[in-house]
């Protein structure tokens, strides 16, 4: 069974009735890594693997949900003292609060959710269960009144006030904006954002998960944050987004080694990703290639958020004639993305396979991506 027949069957088994369904992505980002804080450019897509949901309003106060991959069910109602203690309970619990906190109607609903976006893999399983509950609430008890941008935030305020984690508006901005065939600009600092098609004919493009997370002694996120916003101060500026090469030069003497090696990647990577855009409207891949080059480089040597896991992925990819290939996401594990011509695909999935499997006693995971639709009611 696919995933709508899963879910349906199982809403039927368990409530007896039909719903409504949802789905929503999960996300890639192509390149702009590290920049959101700074003020700076993001380019992700919606792909082609969904958290879905079906939702009925049940006449309560109360909500009956089913996650079907967790193999649990968990009932809730609606006011901050009856938050879940299940992680996956809690992201659904924050998008109701979040939303009558904004002054949005809420009333009880059964639901019954599963996904194939792959979990561990920077894919934002999480942004895309929040912003298919959002997207649903908002059809069902809203009559669509709340503006997208506002789903986004519902999603973004779930992790930070539920959820424990300070994320940026990314995830939520994709998984909520997605367009099938374009990828989106966004400029983390106005929030404005722009569609770039993306269908890249005599291309693919496939994440190599290395299955490998480090775990990290300190906050090293926290701590390049640290490093931008130093840079930035001193420059006078809010944050790096205005910042050029020749500033950063011109006060390389008054800041850090590893300061400056921080500044350094971030004010390349805006002008990286302003350089994608231009390539992408012109159809020119073999550009858009370079740039993801380019910022892995910039990410292993100048931020050090790689690893030997990525960059062994990375050099692998360059040999073997990959377009372009980059760690994708924070760091220190995770996946690489790869543009691949079609007819070097299946010699370079072999090679990586086999060759990464000899070095570190397993073999990655494959997963092909296609640039899709957002939320959406199904």
Not at 282 to 295: A, I, L, Q, R, S
Not at 305 to 333: H, K, P, Q, Y
Request: proline share 2%; charged share 30%; hydrophobic share 35%.
């Amino acid at each position: 069974m696919n995933l709508q027949e899963t879910i349906t069957k199982r809403f039927k088994e368990v409530f007896g009735t039909d719903g409504t369904l949802y789905a929503s992505a999960g996300r890639i980002n192509l390149i702009g890594e590290h920049t959101d804080y700074n003020g700076g450019f993001v380019f992700p897509g919606a792909i082609d693997k969904v958290i879905m949901a079906e939702i009925k309003p049940n006449g309560t106060d109360k909500c009956h949900v089913v996650s079907i991959d967790q193999n649990q069910e968990v009932e809730f109602g609606l006011n901050e003292a009856d938050a879940p203690k299940e992680m996956w309970a809690r992201y659904i619990f924050g998008v109701c609060r979040e939303t009558i906190k904004r002054g949005g109607k809420v009333e009880g609903f059964d639901a019954v959710f599963a996904g194939n976006v792959p979990l561990g893999a920077g894919l934002s399983s999480s942004a895309a269960l929040e912003s298919c509950f959002a997207f649903a609430l908002n059809d069902l008890f809203n009559d669509n009144s709340i503006d997208k941008f506002e789903l986004a935030r519902i999603g973004q305020s779930t992790e930070h006030n539920y959820c424990g984690v300070n994320c940026g508006i990314m995830d939520q901005f994709a998984s909520v904006f997605g367009k099938k065939d374009h990828l989106m600009r966004l400029d983390c600092r106005s929030m404005e954002y722009e569609y770039f098609p993306f269908d890249p004919k005599g291309y693919k493009l496939v994440l190599v998960d290395s299955v490998v997370k480090h775990e990290l002694v300190d906050s090293p996120y926290n701590k390049r944050r640290e490093s931008c916003e130093r840079v930035a101060k001193r420059l006078g500026m809010e944050t790096l987004r205005d910042a050029t090469m020749e500033d950063l030069n011109a006060i390389k003497g008054d800041i850090t080694a590893e300061d400056y090696l921080r500044a350094k990647f971030v004010i390349g990577e805006k002008d990286r990703v302003l350089a994608v855009c231009d390539a992408l409207e012109k159809g020119d891949y073999e550009t858009v290639g370079k740039k993801m080059y380019e910022t892995h480089e910039g990410l292993s040597k100048d931020y050090e958020v790689s690893c030997e896991e990525l960059d062994f992925l990375n050099d692998l990819a360059r040999r073997e004639g990959v377009t372009g290939s980059r760690i994708m996401g924070g760091g220190f594990g995770g996946c690489t993305i790869n543009l691949v011509a079609d007819d070097r695909y299946d010699h370079f999935i072999k090679t990586a396979v086999k060759e990464f499997n000899d070095r570190y006693g397993h073999e990655p995971r494959i997963y092909d991506v296609v640039i899709s639709d957002g939320a959406r009611r199904v």
